[in-house]
């Protein structure tokens, strides 16, 4: 038996070990091996280098929309209404009474304008408020939802190409101040809708809350762009009135309320312009308001003439229209039954013009199918025949059930009715119907056959062979996943922008500092020559906003 000390006292076989002969380190070479040096033409190793993050932010009238680029959809999506706006520790919507207090009246022409960031009508606008309001949600969104530092992260802003140049000075002071933004790249809303769509001409119709804007883009850029003054807006207003016409003969019985309440649910609804009845309005619009088609739309308007130009004599029709049950959250809280049909009229009447004449409607007031018509007849027909084949229907109002293919409808029957005719009127007409003298054809007149080119027909066979063919000259819908994915996917793609404006640069001369397009691109034709001129940047334009 060993003793604990004998057993320590043993000593390892002193032969190498088999299978770690391959460890031992060769004498002949250095311990260090020595660094491979790239060249000063060689692109840096990407093996440890982050991927810069950059940030996308859609900014509108009345929501700004934040994320980041690559990603699906936005993070967040912050309003701009007078509830979104209070300081910290200011609990009062939580009281019983909050709701039901009284509340300042708006005229007509200036309700809703609480919930607004801008407009474009610039008259009396409070250009320190608009800033304070856009630093509120930025510094929300950073907080609260994208949780990063801001004063190295590249950003991505989506505006509408129409944005006047104060508000556009706004956004860009506020954000490059505030937030030390190194560098912003200003991207359009018609462009990255097309490029949401997949597409690289369109014609994109933004059915916004203040305007409907029509632009026609072909090959990445804007070279029409109509407006409407038919949006949201207007739709909002419609529907406050059919809700107020069914609450009117509830508003009588008013036994039990204090003289305040019974005061105020006697007045009629053009004076109760309140945000209540905007917010109570503006839900029944994104909940129940649906568009019939064409000939559902006929048919009710001659029922409603019909039904109006009946004797009050004859009885009344035995069938009851569908009606849908509204509860109202404004005092005295009741709910108002109100046919399925009526939560279309609003529609009809904002967005479509039903039941107005044509020619009593301004250049600002025409419908979107007429002012589609109107865009498409603009343009060149090489482009119309590529921008009416994907009509990309966009904004709040595109999700009201029925509206797009209603307007791509009527939009087809003024096509198939007006044709591409400019002129139009009684004169017109009488020319189109006079009957055409037949054309001499003669052999004089006859034109020789045109040679075939065996070489050019084989090629145009390959071509046709390996593409799909394209789809141009008739009226298709397209849809679009939305401005910010647009954005989302052309700040992915690491691609330079056409407006990219420097911090120092902007806080140096503002938007008087951006030069135009001509001008920078003879400064870089001229720096092509040196070699010590690639990397420098020439100055920065305002491109589609300038």
């Not at 608009?130 to 950003?155: C, F, G, M, P, Q």
């Not at 809303?189 to 949401?196: D, I, R």
């Amino acid at each position: 038996m060993t003793t604990a000390a004998g057993y320590f006292d043993r000593k390892p076989n002193a032969g190498p070990r088999p299978g770690l002969a391959h460890l031992q380190a060769d004498p002949s070479s250095p311990h260090t091996p020595q660094r491979t040096f790239s060249s000063a033409f060689s692109s840096p190793s990407l093996s440890y280098r982050a991927e810069e993050e950059i940030l996308v932010f859609e900014l509108g009238s009345r929501h700004l929309s934040v994320g980041v680029a690559g990603e699906n959809y936005p993070r967040c999506r912050l309003g701009f209404g007078p509830e979104d706006g209070r300081r910290v520790g200011d609990y009062r919507p939580y009281y019983p009474e909050y709701q039901d207090r009284p509340r300042k009246r708006k005229r007509d022409y200036r309700w809703g304008e609480d919930h607004e960031l801008w407009r474009m009508d610039l008259r009396g606008v409070d250009f320190g408020l608009i800033e304070d309001k856009i630093e509120r949600a930025v510094r929300e969104a950073y907080t609260k939802y994208l949780l990063l530092d801001s004063k190295n992260k590249r950003l991505v802003l989506v505006l509408p190409s129409l944005l006047p140049h104060l508000l556009l000075s706004s956004v860009l002071t506020t954000i490059f101040v505030n937030f030390q933004t190194p560098s912003i790249t200003l991207f359009s809303s018609p462009t990255v809708n097309v490029v949401a769509a997949g597409c690289r001409a369109g014609l994109v119709v933004d059915i916004g809350w203040d305007e409907t804007v029509m632009t026609a883009v072909y090959d990445f850029r804007e070279i029409q762009v109509l407006k409407t003054a038919r949006a949201m807006k207007l739709v909002t207003k419609y529907m406050a009135e059919v809700l107020n016409g069914y609450a009117e003969p509830a508003a009588a019985s008013t036994d039990g309320l204090d003289s305040s309440e019974n005061q105020e649910a006697r007045l009629p609804f053009q004076l109760s312009f309140d945000s209540r009845y905007f917010e109570f309005a503006e839900e029944v619009v994104s909940r129940t308001a649906w568009c019939p088609t064409e000939a559902e739309g006929v048919r009710q308007q001659s029922q409603d003439t019909n039904a109006a130009e009946k004797d009050s004599s004859e009885p009344p029709e035995t069938k009851a229209p569908d009606t849908t049950s509204i509860p109202s959250p404004i005092p005295p809280r009741r709910t108002l039954q109100i046919p399925f049909t009526k939560l279309a009229e609003p529609v009809e009447k904002g967005l479509l013009a039903q039941g107005t004449n044509i020619h009593n409607l301004d250049h600002e007031e025409q419908s979107l199918p007429q002012l589609i018509y109107k865009t498409l007849l603009s343009l060149p027909p090489d482009v119309r025949a590529v921008c009416m084949s994907r009509i990309m229907i966009t904004g709040g109002g595109s999700n009201i059930a029925g509206l797009k293919s209603r307007i791509l409808s009527e939009l087809t029957s003024i096509i198939e009715k007006r044709g591409w005719d400019p002129v139009q009127g009684r004169v017109a007409r009488k020319v189109a119907n006079k009957p055409k003298l037949d054309q001499p054809t003669g052999p004089e007149t006859m034109l020789d056959p045109q040679v075939k080119d065996e070489i050019t027909e084989k090629l145009e066979k390959d071509k046709m062979k390996r593409s799909t063919p394209e789809v141009v000259g008739e009226v298709r819908g397209v849809e679009t996943l939305g401005a910010w994915a647009g954005g989302s996917l052309v700040a992915s793609l690491k691609v330079k922008g056409v407006v990219e404006i420097e911090r120092d640069t902007f806080l140096a001369n503002g938007l008087a500092g951006a030069k135009r397009e001509s001008e920078i691109v003879s400064a870089q034709r001229m720096s092509l020559g040196a070699r010590t001129g690639l990397g420098e940047k020439n100055g920065w334009t305002l491109g589609n906003w300038a």
